[in-house]
Nanobody, 124 residues
Framework: QVQLVESGGGLVQAGGSLRLSCAAS????????MGWFRQAPGKEREFVAA????????YYADSVKGRFTISRDNAKKLVNLQMNILKPEDTAVYYC?????????????????WGQGSQVTVSS
């Protein structure tokens, strides 16, 4: 069992930066690949980024490649999403996700555990 709690969302101007964190509970954090998804108002939830269990492999949606960086610290049971050069279209609720299927996660699923979500709003 893994519980995920996001933090770090907020309001930022276009071109600014935010850092999201996801704290995991449970003893088997390093057994899970981790990822971030987002859902904008009126839209479906979409994949943003994924990181393998060891942190050695990372994968990004084309829309955030070069601007967002995912990282993890298995000792601290944390996964982070550093978001730079933010755009108004990045506005969404961001969700942390855990899965045993890393390559499936890169395709948008499946996800074993979800966080509760953190709002990110980018003003123009």
């Amino acid at each position: 069992q893994v519980q995920l709690v996001e933090s770090g969302g907020g309001l930022v101007q276009a071109g600014g930066s935010l850092r999201l964190s996801c704290a995991a509970s449970g003893r088997t954090f390093s057994n899970y690949a981790m990822g971030w998804f987002r859902q904008a108002p009126g839209k479906e939830r979409e994949f943003v980024a994924a990181i393998s269990r060891s942190g050695g492999d990372k994968y990004y949606a084309d829309s955030v490649k070069g601007r967002f960086t995912i990282s993890r610290d298995n000792a601290k049971k944390l996964v982070n999403l550093q978001m730079n050069i933010l755009k108004p279209e990045d506005t969404a609720v961001y969700y942390c996700a855990a899965t045993t299927d890393y390559f499936g996660l890169r395709r948008g699923g499946p996800v074993d555990y979800w966080g509760q979500g953190s709002q990110v709003t980018v003003s123009s």
